[in-house]
């Protein structure tokens, strides 16, 4: 079975590229991607699904029936892409603008309808139904993901010929990683993403002239104290094994040399690989702020954004999704991660709520090394189309995993 699906997969292979590059071309951002939408739709053309186009976004929800009743599997690919000026020097480069394909997700949503037509061509031999999840804003905590399962994503209704209930019993997501070999499959049971919030934190002093700070109330010393403190908070209660991590990304301050400022602007991210050590990060940037603060007599105002959650894979959908990447590709092209990555994932929306594990698809360019190439969100990454039959294949095998009749 998996050597067939690889065929077919490959013989998909020249329609699947073209989809993935006209949407390098033209990449568009956030909630709203109209032209990928129209350009989905027409790769989706043809086949029996029952499309459902979500209002609140761009989104896509293609449901395949197969011949005989049974749950339902989720696949998703994102669509959008990121605020970036390219520079790959692709064939294929983006023809607008600021806004380039910089994390893969022309690859899967390319992917995603490759395995649409894979599936549908099979359609005979499922028992159940496959949900196709096309999501625009994953990107900059747009949380398209949420937006969707908000406006009744997984209400999947009754098969019509016996009236049984179809709930969704699976969800998976392949995520495309230049720094893994093409084809390797990477992932984990349990955490497999860290959470993302931002903080902003506001420090307010009395500002005055630079050669009186006596008469002033300096905020900036206070602003960095804080954030010296913040890492120290970090290395010295939070356990190295279930971590966690607090980076500032900006510090804003006055407008001129010889003026001592009012109020002095901290922003960063707190990220965690559990839902515990989260809030106690919470709680401690909260806590050193205000305690610096009040040793310095300022005032201060701190604001926690809540960005994504963690990417939590259920432990035997993800050990499932493992062993069907390791007949598909080979044990050796099937790596187990040992610990999280720390960056966050807005397909923890949907883990949330139905088992499911996201997986990294190696995408290295031959030419290049898997360890040094340039990562995902650099303006110089390129991913090997040579990856995208693996994924079809992959995402059609793992919805058979739970829908082959007999």
Not at 184 to 208: E, F, H, N, W, Y
Not at 239 to 268: K, L, Y
Not at 274 to 293: I, Y
Request: proline share 5%; net charge negative; glycine share 10%.
């Amino acid at each position: 079975m998996t050597h067939e699906l690889l065929e077919a997969a490959a013989a998909l292979q020249p329609q699947t590229a073209a989809l993935r590059r006209q949407l390098h071309r033209q990449p568009e951002l956030g909630l709203h991607t109209p032209n990928t939408r129209a350009a989905v739709l027409a790769a989706l053309d043809g086949l029996a699904l029952d499309i459902t186009l979500h209002e609140t976004t761009s989104g896509i929800a293609a449901l395949l029936t197969g011949a005989h009743p049974g749950p339902t599997v989720l696949l998703r690919g994102d669509m959008d892409a990121l605020p970036l000026q390219e520079d790959t020097g692709e064939s294929c480069t983006s023809e607008l603008d600021g806004a380039m394909h910089a994390c893969g997700h022309d690859g899967h949503t390319a992917m995603l309808a490759g395995a649409a037509h894979l599936l549908a061509d099979r359609r005979r031999e499922l028992a159940g139904r496959v949900l196709f999840m096309f999501q625009p804003g994953e990107e900059n905590g747009s949380r398209g993901a949420l937006h969707m399962l908000d406006e009744g994503l997984l209400d999947v209704p009754v098969h019509a010929v016996d009236g049984s209930a179809s709930p969704v019993v699976a969800a998976y997501a392949l995520h495309l990683t230049p720094n893994a070999p093409t084809g390797a499959v990477v992932s984990k049971p349990g955490p497999l993403m860290a959470s993302s919030d931002r903080i902003t934190i506001t420090v307010t002093g009395r500002g005055g002239h630079a050669s009186d700070p006596s008469r002033a109330l300096d905020p900036i010393p206070v602003a960095c104290e804080v954030v010296q403190a913040l890492q120290t908070m970090v290395t010295r209660t939070i356990d190295v094994f279930d971590p966690g991590i607090v980076t500032i990304g900006r510090i804003a301050a006055g407008t001129t040399s010889n003026v001592i400022p009012e109020t002095a602007v901290i922003e960063g991210t707190v990220r965690a690989v559990s839902r515990s050590t989260r809030q106690r990060l919470h709680d401690g940037v909260r806590r050193v702020a205000e305690g610096v603060a009040s040793a310095h007599g300022v005032g201060v105002e701190v604001e926690l954004g809540l960005g994504y959650g963690v990417t939590i894979n259920d432990v035997d959908v993800a050990d499932g999704a493992l062993a069907a990447a390791a007949e598909l590709v080979g044990a050796a092209q099937t790596v187990r991660l040992a610990h999280p990555t720390m960056g966050a994932e807005d397909f923890s929306y949907v883990v949330d709520r139905v088992p499911g594990a996201m997986l990294f698809l190696g995408c290295t360019p031959h030419e290049q090394n898997y360890l040094t190439a340039a990562t995902n969100h650099s303006n110089r990454v390129v991913h090997d189309e040579a990856a995208l039959p693996v994924g079809v294949a992959l995402h059609a095998a793992l919805a058979l995993r739970h829908l082959t009749a007999g």
